[in-house]
């Protein structure tokens, strides 16, 4: 079953006891784009992320991935989704290419050791294959739980708050592999309480905010409801972010900077 869009909300409601967690969420994400959900804690971001992965069942309204409903149709939709939680979900154990053929062989694919070959290229472990995955760091050990959420080529990932917990340079891993899956067509939705998160990766934004939807579009849209700019002109300083990428050498722009500040000093210049 094939529709524009890879997942649809209507009246979506969930309570547990007294208390309402969702009240009626309305929500359209279109295929091959990155969706980001955004929301403070107890907003209901992994409630509404658990009923789309039929892990739990909504109270009211109704909701399709891939075009399955999934209160009726829940093993289709599990055939069609892929969900990466807070935290990496990989053996300890096993090597990174181990637990790629152990997801494999689950799923019951064909030429499994292929398979993780071919992820661990693409989401560049392969110099880590042989290692187990205790001694990988919290960013390969992340991309690591994306690659075995892929394995089967599901049209529809959920990436619950994937960057919780990480430092700024595997947080960025995580960001260059998610703009990867959606260049690869990959539907994403993404729960994050980081909003420069949204910024970089989402096509379109929804602020869930107590149990509903209040506003949902591109950055561009969203940045209509705010009042009229004022433009002065300010002294841009770097952000603290930006000094520790271009100190450890993760970003081309720091690059330059350091070997201008270290040009300067070799020629006698202040800083």
Same mark, same amino acid.
């Given at each position: 079953?094939?529709?524009?869009?890879?997942?649809?909300?209507?009246?979506?409601?969930?309570?547990?006891?007294?208390?309402?967690?969702?009240?009626?969420?309305?929500?359209?994400?279109?295929?091959?784009?990155?969706?980001?959900?955004?929301?403070?804690?107890?907003?209901?971001?992994?409630?509404?992320?658990?009923?789309?992965?039929?892990?739990?069942?909504?109270?009211?309204?109704?909701?399709?991935?891939?075009?399955?409903?999934?209160?009726? !149709?829940?093993?289709? @939709?599990?055939?069609?989704?892929?969900?990466?939680?807070?935290?990496?979900? @990989?053996?300890?154990?096993?090597?990174?290419?181990?637990?790629?053929?152990?997801?494999?062989?689950?799923?019951?694919?064909?030429?499994?050791?292929?398979?993780?070959?071919? =992820?661990? !290229?693409?989401?560049?472990?392969?110099?880590?294959?042989?290692?187990?995955?205790?001694?990988?760091?919290?960013?390969?050990?992340?991309?690591?739980?994306?690659?075995?959420?892929?394995?089967?080529?599901?049209?529809?990932?959920?990436?619950?708050?994937?960057?919780?917990?990480?430092?700024? %340079?595997?947080?960025?891993?995580?960001?260059?592999?998610?703009? !990867?899956?959606?260049?690869?067509?990959?539907?994403?939705?993404?729960?994050?309480?980081?909003? !420069?998160?949204?910024?970089?990766?989402?096509?379109?934004?929804?602020? =869930?905010? $107590?149990?509903?939807?209040?506003?949902?579009?591109? =950055?561009?849209?969203?940045? %209509?409801?705010?009042?009229?700019?004022?433009? $002065?002109?300010?002294?841009?300083?770097?952000?603290? $972010?930006?000094?520790?990428?271009?100190?450890?050498?993760?970003?081309?722009?720091?690059?330059?900077?350091?070997?201008?500040?270290?040009?300067?000093?070799?020629?006698? $210049?202040?800083?």
């Amino acid at each position: 079953m094939t529709t524009s869009h890879a997942i649809e909300i209507a009246g979506l409601t969930k309570s547990y006891g007294d208390q309402v967690v969702l009240r009626g969420v309305d929500l359209a994400v279109p295929r091959g784009t990155v969706l980001a959900l955004l929301g403070s804690n107890g907003a209901g971001k992994t409630t509404v992320v658990r009923i789309l992965s039929t892990l739990l069942r909504a109270d009211g309204g109704s909701a399709t991935v891939d075009g399955f409903d999934v209160a009726a !149709e829940a093993a289709r @939709v599990r055939e069609s989704i892929s969900l990466t939680g807070q935290f990496a979900a @990989v053996d300890e154990i096993l090597t990174g290419r181990e637990n790629l053929v152990l997801v494999a062989q689950l799923r019951r694919l064909e030429h499994p050791q292929r398979i993780a070959d071919e =992820l661990l !290229e693409r989401f560049a472990l392969s110099d880590a294959a042989g290692r187990r995955t205790a001694t990988y760091s919290g960013g390969m050990r992340r991309r690591l739980d994306i690659a075995m959420s892929l394995i089967g080529d599901p049209p529809v990932l959920f990436l619950d708050e994937p960057t919780t917990g990480l430092d700024p %340079q595997s947080r960025n891993e995580v960001w260059q592999t998610v703009r !990867e899956l959606a260049g690869h067509g990959t539907t994403v939705l993404l729960t994050t309480q980081y909003l !420069e998160e949204a910024e970089q990766l989402a096509d379109r934004i929804a602020i =869930l905010h $107590e149990g509903r939807i209040i506003a949902e579009g591109t =950055l561009a849209e969203l940045r %209509q409801l705010f009042p009229p700019t004022v433009v $002065e002109y300010v002294e841009k300083q770097p952000t603290l $972010e930006e000094v520790f990428l271009a100190i450890v050498g993760h970003d081309d722009a720091g690059h330059t900077a350091a070997r201008n500040a270290e040009h300067a000093v070799t020629q006698g $210049e202040p800083r």
